[in-house]
């Protein structure tokens, strides 16, 4: 079996990294030559089950009190590995490139170390099979991310970061121990088949486990408000773990909340309308926030949430028809979640690679002292650009493709289901379309003000274009997203196998029902080769028509003023000052002002800052309150040693007590 | 693929400039003015076409293609919409979401060309332009989830001359409703009065027309032309709502011409007797023309 092979790679690469790591000595190399040999490995029999190849298992011992060391490769799980592996293995080349500058400062051992682990715990959290084992990689995944996230732990931003991160992971996996348990004394069994094949009779029991999932789950994957870990985690990370984490770690999440719907038994109608609702939440309140910022890198953690909203609708959706008994829904809906699951992979992974290319050259993430960067760095402007239209959701790119699966379902359920599936659709659309235009409203803005116009400042005028190691994998991701959105009718062929997987729909309803969505995208392809066309032409047309006449060069108009400066530019803040206005009450956007003063004005000043909303307004104070109660422990504990021996005495009495009661 | 399906995409690209003149007529006529000539958006083409280019040492490629870009969005858009009875070139389920897509797409484009300039003004009116027109997209789709619903169809070549063709006896508000929203949002996406008023050329107030400043000559011409088509397309969606077939395709066609021009009158007019809308006034518009879409939806529920 190809993964075990391939997880066997990693297990090596980790221990040979460790072993000869030393500072002087470059092991990078090493590190992600495993993570390559091991991804293209493990690729092979998973496009097998993918193309609808016959589903591999392996069962061994494992000596673990109701462990077993169970993996099974089905459809859902090779979906989820597809991503994982590729972008792990194109991280770990960027990450050759992006770690090069702490080379000889800092022994690299220990972070290809971690990362191998990280990607050993994704591959065996989405293989495993049994509770303890999930559970195990589970926690080899979360703590693997630590390490990672706080690689530059001499930062104090970076340790709080990573502080939040860990505790935010553990509550989550706290929620899914007591799911697992639950579940297990129900089935009495540690088994994922065995829950699979009996399912969770009682309703009120799957209503119970259903919550657990989402809450334990939804920590991971980033539903709000469980996603403060996001935006702190994801800026303090070195980016290629960052693009990985955003790209595929937090999607582990979504597969954890799938794989647990298919113990659960039918769905009554409100978990698909509580989904739709932590979808549009978690995408417009993710959005918002995200314009709201102008550190570039927690930009992009905030629409990390965004896009797990727009997942979250998909399911949501397949869930309303689950329900009502449609399986267009059913089909349209999950697989258009699905399809986001693997669409999100590549433009996120694109647009940290590109974050992280602008963070080395100009040493700032900070998007209002940039600006000009395109001119500089040419190849990261161009890959990030694609990177931005997909994550828009614009033809004809993939992120559009996704979306438009998600529209369909909502409009066609929107236009048969009765009131109550109609309405939580409307609600779909309306919120969709908006996080889509804000969601271009944010891009343009990360990109106009970090590539376009004049060098804000001198980090922006000093920079230069990245090595190859880290463009290449830029490169690869961008032409993925324009693949898919080219390619669409048949990317959408290929959620066959994983569709009848998931729903648990017939074969042949399955295929007619995804038919039905590639006809409409074949055309949506059609459109595409019309406006490439158009543009080819319109591009000859203009060279046409500018040849041999005058074409000048001049300075920006600025309405008469002669002496414009960089600094006269739009801001990110200012792009969005709008919006920040608009929606104040929610975002809580302070302002530090200080005004011009005099006639000779000579120090002015405006500095705004969005917190996060969850985080300092529940969170924080839950949490003081929580540390508050458990201080009052301490009163118990003075100090002196007979103190001690007279608790251990009235224990022991009390047990005697009530042994013999 | 019939042969009559290529008249929406024919009349488009040759009468879609003919729209902002009669609305600029429209307004001399209140004004007791002559105005400019009917073909006047023509004219200005022509000269556009043949000029030079001066370009800002500021701007990249992006600026250059930023006109290109949205020019060939709005022309494969123009294949997917209707006229009247007349199927658009390009028809199939949801075809309004790539519609939607494409407009963003020029959008997108147009404003990174503005922010590739390096000026505050055009920056300026970027920022105007995405916000409004993400708080304009709800309100269009809304309005078309309703159309489907009633129609039970989801292609606009389908649903719109069904709606037309009879809808209108028993469900009259709803589709009022639904008119007035796709109305709003004409206005909205066309940079017309009450959002932006498209004669301010020089003021702050602007939104549209402050963001292709820098741009001129052939450039220039795509812009003006595809802002041109944008509103042609639009119209169409108002105006296949209304008309219905008649089974002869001559007076289908005059019609339907009729409804197109009727609305730039009717742009005109609003243009002629209200003043823009302050500017933290527009959001409260389009967020209530997304809610008299809902309202269409939920009446229509039955």
Not at chain 1, 88 to 97: E, F, H, K, P, R
Not at chain 1, 364 to 388: N, S, V
Not at chain 1, 638 to 645: A, D, E, M
Request: with cysteine.
């Amino acid at each position: 079996m190809g993964l075990l092979f391939a997880m066997a790679i990693l297990l090596l690469g980790a221990m040979a990294v460790l072993a000869l790591s030393r500072p002087d000595r470059n092991v990078s190399w090493l590190g992600a030559g495993s993570v390559v040999i091991a991804s293209v490995l493990g690729c092979v029999p998973v496009i097998q089950v993918l193309s609808g190849g016959s589903i591999e298992a392996v069962r061994v011992p494992w000596p673990v009190p109701y462990g077993e060391f169970f993996l099974v490769l089905d459809p859902l799980a090779a979906w989820f590995l597809f991503p994982t592996l590729l972008l792990s293995a194109l991280s770990a080349i960027y990450g050759v490139g992006y770690l090069r500058v702490w080379q000889g400062r800092r022994s690299l051992g220990p972070v290809w170390f971690f990362y191998c682990v990280l990607v050993l715990g994704m591959m065996l959290v989405l293989l495993a099979r049994n509770a303890v084992l999930f559970l195990f990689a589970w926690e080899l995944m979360a703590v693997a991310s630590f390490f990672l996230v706080t690689f530059e732990y001499e930062r104090e931003a970076v340790r709080e970061a990573g502080w939040i991160y860990f505790v935010a992971t553990h509550l989550g996996t706290a929620f899914l121990l007591v799911f697992f348990l639950l579940t297990a004394r129900e089935t009495g069994s540690m088994d994922f088949t065995v829950w699979a094949e009996k399912g969770i009779q009682t309703r009120g029991l799957a209503d119970i486990l259903f919550l657990l999932a989402i809450v334990g789950f939804g920590t991971k994957a980033g539903f709000m408000p469980f996603h403060v870990w996001l935006p702190e985690a994801h800026p303090a990370a070195p980016s290629h773990v960052s693009a990985l984490m955003s790209g595929v770690m937090i999607k582990t999440g979504i597969y954890g909340l799938l794989r647990s719907l298919t113990f659960l038994g039918l769905p009554p109608l409100w978990w698909g309308w509580l989904l739709i609702g932590i979808g549009l939440t978690s995408g417009v309140l993710g959005v918002l926030f995200a314009l709201a910022q102008h550190d570039l890198k927690r930009l992009l953690a905030y629409h990390s949430v965004e896009n797990i909203g727009i997942i979250a609708l998909g399911i949501g959706v397949g869930l309303l028809g689950v329900s009502t008994g449609s399986p267009v829904l059913m089909v349209v809906g999950f697989g258009g979640g699905l399809l986001h699951v693997l669409n999100h992979a590549l433009f996120k992974g694109l647009l940290f690679f590109g974050a992280g290319a602008v963070l080395q050259g100009t040493g700032t993430h900070e998007i209002d002292h940039l600006g000009g960067l395109l001119k500089r760095m040419p190849w990261t402007a161009a890959t990030f650009l694609i990177g931005a239209v997909a994550i828009s959701g614009l033809p004809p790119l993939n992120g559009f493709v996704s979306e438009f699966l998600i529209f369909l379902g909502a409009f066609q359920g929107g236009a048969t289901l009765g009131a109550a599936g109609a309405v939580p659709l409307l609600a779909l659309i309306a919120g969709l379309a908006l996080i889509g235009g804000l969601a271009a409203a944010c891009f343009t803005k990360a990109f106009g003000v970090v590539f376009l116009g004049e060098p804000r400042t001198e980090h922006a005028s000093h920079t230069h274009e990245t090595g190859w190691a880290m463009r290449l994998p830029m490169l690869l991701l961008a032409a993925g997203c324009a693949l898919i959105g080219l390619f669409a009718p048949f990317v959408v062929g290929a959620l066959q196998a994983v569709l009848e997987n998931t729903t648990g729909l017939r074969r042949e309803v399955v295929r007619v029902n995804l038919a039905a969505a590639a006809g409409p995208l074949a055309l949506v392809v059609i459109g595409t080769v019309a406006f490439l066309l158009l543009l080819v032409a319109l591009f000859l047309l203009r060279r046409g028509l500018l040849a041999g006449r005058r074409v000048e060069q001049g300075v920006t108009w600025g309405c008469g003023y002669v002496q414009p400066t960089a600094r006269m530019q739009y801001t990110a803040s200012s792009f969005v000052q709008p919006v920040t206005t608009l929606f104040r009450w929610l975002l809580g956007t302070h302002r530090r002002l200080q005004r011009p003063e005099g006639i000779m004005p000579a120090n002015a000043s405006l500095t705004t800052e969005t917190p996060d909303l969850c985080h300092g307004n529940l969170y924080r104070p839950g949490f003081l309150k929580v540390n508050w109660g458990l201080s009052q422990l301490r009163r118990l504990q003075r100090g002196p040693v007979q103190l001690y021996v007279l608790y251990i005495a009235v224990t022991l009495i009390v047990l005697l007590a009530w042994k013999f009661r | 693929m019939k042969p009559e399906s290529f008249i929406p995409l024919l009349l488009a690209l040759m009468l879609s400039p003919l729209l902002p003149g009669v609305i600029n007529r429209t307004k001399a006529l209140f004004a007791g003015r002559r105005g400019p000539p009917l073909l006047q958006i023509y004219f200005d083409l022509w000269k556009l076409l043949h000029k030079g280019a001066v370009y800002s040492r500021t701007t990249t490629w992006i600026f250059r293609a930023g006109p290109m870009l949205g020019l060939a969005a709005v022309l494969t858009a123009a294949m997917l919409v209707p006229l009247g009875n007349f199927p658009a070139l390009i028809a199939f389920p949801a075809d309004f979401l790539l519609f939607a897509g494409l407009l963003g797409l020029m959008r997108f484009f147009t404003v990174l060309a503005a922010l590739d300039t390096g000026s505050s003004f055009e920056g300026m009116g970027a920022s105007r332009e995405v916000f409004f027109s993400a708080l304009a997209e709800p309100a269009l789709l809304v309005a078309l989830a309703t159309l489907a619903r009633q129609a039970g169809s989801y292609s606009l070549s389908t649903l719109l001359g069904q709606v037309a063709g009879g809808h209108w006896l028993h469900l009259g508000p709803v589709l009022a409703l639904v008119m007035i929203a796709l109305m709003i949002v004409l206005l909205a996406e066309n940079a017309r009065i009450p959002v932006d008023d498209p004669n301010t050329h020089l003021e702050l107030t602007m939104i549209h027309e402050v963001m292709v400043l820098d741009h001129g000559g052939p450039d220039f011409a795509f812009i003006v032309y595809g802002a041109a088509l944008k509103l042609w397309l639009l119209a169409a969606l108002v105006v296949g709502m209304v008309v219905p077939a008649t089974g002869a395709p001559g007076l289908d066609l005059a019609l339907v011409m009729g409804g197109m021009f009727a609305v730039a009158v009717v742009v005109g007019v609003v243009e002629s007797v209200m003043a823009r809308l302050r500017l933290a006034m527009v959001p409260q518009l389009l967020v209530g023309a997304g809610a008299l879409a809902a309202a269409a939806f939920l009446l229509g529920l039955k």
